[in-house]
């Protein structure tokens, strides 16, 4: 009875899982007109705005300044102390996910043990009271 009933909660754990695959799959997109930013036309902007936004458009009106060496001796030390950029995002995302699955599974795995151990104790129990009173009778 333990066993069926360990049987049908796994088959119907599994199922549940498929189904919600299957209906995440089946979700058709919904074609609508592109929207966002990059579709915005930029020509909205008054030619005020553009060269707010894009100073460096025009060349500048001074010639740079010469180097000097105090300079050069500033940029290579600001240069030998930055630091490179640190690694992208996607390997702690995927981590995530993978962490949100394996948890889903583990804590399906232990509910099912418990239920076993609940229902494998109750008919012990079942037993035994019934092995007593035919003892007593």
């Given at each position: ?5 360990f ?11 498929l189904?919600q ?23 909205l902007f008054?030619?005020?705005?553009y ?24 940029d290579?030390v600001?240069?030998a102390?930055?630091l ?6 996607r390997?702690a ?37 019934i ?7």
């Open positions: 009875m333990a066993f069926e009933l049987s049908s909660t796994l088959l119907l754990t599994l199922l549940s899982y189904l695959l299957s209906s995440s799959n089946a979700q058709q997109p919904q074609f609508t007109s592109p929207h966002g930013i990059v579709y915005e036309n930029p020509v008054p030619p005020s705005a060269d707010f936004f894009h100073p460096n458009s025009d060349a500048p009106a001074t010639p740079p300044l010469p180097e000097t060496s105090s300079k050069a001796r500033a290579a600001v240069a102390s930055v490179p950029a640190p690694p992208s995002g390997g995302a995927a981590a995530g996910v993978a962490a949100i699955v394996l948890g889903l599974a583990f804590i399906t795995v232990a509910v099912m043990v418990a239920s076993y151990v609940v229902i494998r104790h109750r008919a012990d129990v079942k037993k035994a009271s092995a007593a009173m035919n003892a007593d009778a």
